[in-house]
């Protein structure tokens, strides 16, 4: 059993640079979620989901997209690559919006030069 | 004014030691308070949670709650060098987790 599955692991962009943080998880959850970590102020929500088909913004969405097409995959788009967005990401899911154990990733550790 | 507040540590205590760590927090909202635990390069992993005020034990770890004056607490006893971690507190607010900055633990032997 996977659990959540995030790749790549380490990525180094240039300002301007588009990419997509991919996320899987095989626990059929319904509610997946992005947060970036940053020195001194936690985990921030980005976008999340609670189900195929429905996402919705978090608590910094600029800057990224999210789609779900499956209940298995949530990927994290990057439109336009900032210095900002240096960040560690992670993935989080749960059986659904109202439950209280998240399971996350290992993180995506990202730099924006 | 950031919903829940915790002190970045780091905290340094000797193996078996009583650590506890402390989180303070805004939203009236919040029904259910978690502490996540986090080993250095790895994602969150939840250690407990408790729903509305009072004290929750397991094992080694107690939580606790007082709502009245939004105080989030976290007791490790006997702390082991496999304890040292960051500790998240957060509050969920209808699906919503608000989390803390976290507090590096670090137990030496």
């Known amino acids: 059993n996977a659990g959540v599955t995030q790749t790549p692991k380490f990525q180094v962009l240039k300002t301007g640079q588009s990419m997509t943080l991919q996320c899987a998880q095989d626990m059929n959850h319904e509610y997946m979620s992005w947060y970036r970590q940053d020195p001194g102020m936690g985990l921030r929500l980005i976008h999340y989901?609670?189900?195929?088909?429905?996402?919705d913004q978090g608590e910094v969405p600029n800057g990224y997209n999210v789609s779900r097409s499956t209940t298995e995959d949530f990927p994290l788009r990057l439109l336009s690559a900032a210095p900002s967005q240096t960040s560690v990401y992670f993935c989080?899911?749960?059986?659904?919006?109202?439950?209280?154990?998240?399971?996350f990733g290992q993180g995506t550790r990202l730099t924006v030069v | 004014q950031k919903e829940v507040e915790q002190d970045p540590g780091p905290l340094s205590v000797p193996e078996g030691a009583i650590v506890s760590l402390n989180c303070t927090y805004s939203?009236?909202?919040?029904?259910?308070f978690m502490w996540y635990r986090q080993y250095s390069r790895k994602g969150p992993e939840l250690l407990m949670y408790t729903y509305s005020s009072g004290n929750k034990e397991d094992g080694r770890f107690t939580a606790q709650v007082d709502k009245s004056s939004k105080y989030i607490s976290l007791f490790i006893r006997d702390s082991q060098p496999s304890d040292s971690a960051t500790y998240l507190c957060a509050g969920n607010s209808w699906g919503k987790f608000q989390f803390g900055a976290g507090t590096q633990v670090v137990v030496t032997p």
């Open positions: 989080a899911s749960r059986r659904d919006r109202g439950h209280t154990e998240a399971f």
């Open positions: 989901s609670v189900g195929a088909g429905i996402t």
């Open positions: 939203n009236s909202a919040f029904q259910y």
